[in-house]
């Protein structure tokens, strides 16, 4: 089985530019959620999703970003304008919710965005 | 609030080295408590977990005890190898579900030869 795809793995952009980062869960995964890391913060948690629909975005840090799901194998993040502040790396996972459920969270390998 | 807080790292050991990683953590119910593992360059994987207290966590050779009366999920290894040498994360996730996992700071491991 394929793993949390993420696209691109390496992202390197000027600040004010437009970054879409996409995500493809696991199949039949129903949960959806976006991390920042960083040496300063860690891991955080941005988003996350359920059945495609946001549950809690309360770790957006601020307008700049937002988050889609339009249907169960697609998810992206984007940043606009973007800011050297954003550089980090961004996870994406997934995990399965129904019966027989671990609450494993299966990770994306990242996408390491630098803004410059 | 929920939160999870990790020893410092970096950690440096000898090949067969016994391991210990603290964790301690603040929650309010009963959390489920997991170690995650970070090889260079790649996501996250689930090492080990406990869901109630006194449950104890294995894999791999690693063991962690979840201890409610110390608040406290320390990561152990016996021998530790080479291909060990990653990060390893703390996580919590609060009672009433897995979804918002709230992880420590992670502690770098470096094993030598």
């Known amino acids: 089985d394929a793993g949390v795809i993420q696209s691109p793995r390496h992202e390197v952009t000027e600040m004010g530019q437009e970054v879409t980062l996409r995500c493809k869960p696991i199949?039949?995964?129903?949960?959806l959620f976006w991390y920042r890391q960083t040496m300063m913060r860690g891991l955080e948690l941005l988003i996350y999703f359920n059945n495609n629909v946001p549950i809690d975005d309360s770790g957006m840090p601020e307008d700049r970003f937002s988050a889609k799901m339009p249907n169960a194998s697609f998810s992206t993040l984007k940043i606009q304008p973007s800011e050297p502040r954003d550089s980090a790396v961004y996870f994406c996972?997934?995990?399965?919710?129904?019966?027989?459920?671990?609450?494993?969270?299966?990770f994306g390998e990242g996408s390491r965005l630098t803004v410059l | 609030g929920n939160s999870v807080t990790q020893m410092e790292g970096p950690v440096t050991l000898s090949e067969e080295a016994f391991l210990t990683i603290n964790c301690t953590y603040t929650?309010?119910?009963?959390?489920?408590l997991f170690w995650y593992v970070q090889y260079p360059g790649e996501g996250l994987q689930l090492l080990l977990k406990a869901t109630k207290a006194d449950d104890k966590g294995s894999n791999k050779g690693f063991e962690a005890t979840y201890r409610k009366e110390t608040t406290s999920f320390h990561l152990e290894k016996g021998s530790v190898q080479v291909s060990d040498s990653a990060v390893y994360f703390c996580a919590l996730g609060p009672s009433g579900g897995y979804n918002k996992l709230i992880f420590g700071a992670g502690t770098r491991l470096a094993v030598h030869p």
């Open positions: 199949s039949g995964h129903d949960y």
């Open positions: 996972a997934s995990k399965g919710g129904g019966a027989g459920a671990t609450g494993e969270l299966f």
């Open positions: 929650a309010t119910g009963y959390p489920s």
